[in-house]
């Protein structure tokens, strides 16, 4: 089996790295969110509340949302393992599409099931070449909204018309972890889908919250299904400082929609400037752009030339997109340092 791969945050000898390969926030947590850890060291020497009661609160207020189905997991990465041990076998079968979330393949190997994939032409999911794919034997279908690594989001009107589509026996699992840079008005929620009782919704603290060294996810749960994860979950897996800090993060919404639309501007800033070379950025609704070079060449080159000028962008080759990079939106300077140096780099390329 194949670990799951994980970047080469390593800039060249001497130079200190600008990672833009993990689509962290370009931001720290808030004071909010940093004073409400300091305060809570005080109780670490307790276990954390295994029914992050407080949490739960937190999250269902903000999205009107029943707090009984919600489940926290040490990132919404736990959260995706539990379900599949706890609902595939081997040799059963997963349906995600051709650029999906790779942890999920991963995932797979561990349990012993089947993948299988469907298209994304032109880099985005399509929902006929989903249920085109489906097979007598497949038990979960996996989809990424907004996508990760291409960015693109499909309307969540299309993920309604895929449930309508799949047999009722068939789990549905969206990943929303990027939901939260969704531009107002694009799409509403899907968290209804759970009550229907073969779907499954999950987020993260990890990505617009700013909070990816604490590990916290969250996910919206038919009854049935939420009270199978418990069975396979780590009671203990967020801790005390995770639960408290995700609590206040969750409460400052304000915070949310300021680091929307500071990411919005830098990502819209570095399409453009990218643009303007002559390469192609898939358009993105997340804190990070996909650039196509055309060819492996050019991307491996590019990707080089960026290292040695210490900014750190992710190679896609293990996603099948060799001639791909996608690159974290970062702070202001980041991104002109970003454009300043593929610009030096497209004037010395020799194709």
């Not at 309307?155 to 972890?177: F, G, K, S, T, Y």
Request: hydrophobic share 40%; charged share 20%; glycine share 8%.
């Amino acid at each position: 089996m194949e670990p799951y791969a994980l970047p080469d945050t390593s800039a060249a000898a001497g130079l200190e790295p600008i990672v833009l390969a993990q689509n962290e926030h370009a931001y720290p947590p808030s004071a909010r969110v940093r004073q409400a850890i300091s305060d809570a060291l005080g109780q670490a020497q307790l276990y954390s509340d295994s029914d992050w009661t407080e949490l739960r609160s937190a999250i269902a207020e903000v999205h009107d949302l029943d707090p009984g189905n919600i489940v926290c997991g040490c990132g919404s990465m736990e959260l995706m393992s539990a379900l599949m041990l706890a609902y595939l076998s081997p040799d059963e079968r997963i349906l995600m599409t051709e650029y999906g979330y790779l942890f999920m393949r991963t995932l797979a190997r561990l349990v012993g099931a089947q993948v299988d994939s469907a298209a994304e032409p032109d880099y985005r999911v399509d929902v006929d070449n989903i249920i085109g794919a489906l097979r007598p034997d497949t038990k979960l279908v996996f989809i990424v909204n907004p996508g990760n690594p291409c960015g693109s989001l499909l309307h969540n009107d299309e993920i309604r018309r895929l449930r309508a589509a799949l047999p009722q026996d068939v789990l549905l699992l969206v990943d929303e972890a990027y939901a939260e840079f969704v531009d107002d008005g694009f799409h509403s929620p899907l968290f209804d889908l759970a009550e229907q009782g073969n779907t499954v919704i999950t987020r993260t603290f990890s990505k617009i919250y700013g909070l990816a060294g604490l590990r916290v996810g969250w996910g919206y749960f038919p009854g049935a299904i939420r009270d199978q994860l418990r069975k396979v979950l780590n009671p203990g897996s967020v801790t005390s400082l995770s639960q408290v800090a995700a609590r206040a993060a969750m409460q400052d919404q304000v915070a949310v929609v300021e680091a929307r639309g500071l990411i919005a501007g830098q990502r819209d800033y570095l399409t453009s400037a990218i643009g303007d070379l002559g390469l192609r950025v898939v358009p993105s609704q997340t804190n990070f752009i996909l650039v196509d070079f055309e060819t492996d060449k050019r991307a491996a080159s590019a990707y080089r030339f960026l290292r040695a000028h210490r900014l750190i962008v992710r190679p896609m080759a293990g996603y099948g997109l060799p001639a791909c990079l996608r690159i974290t939106i970062g702070k202001p300077e980041q991104m002109q340092l970003t454009a300043r140096t593929l610009a030096e780099w497209r004037r010395q390329d020799n194709g």
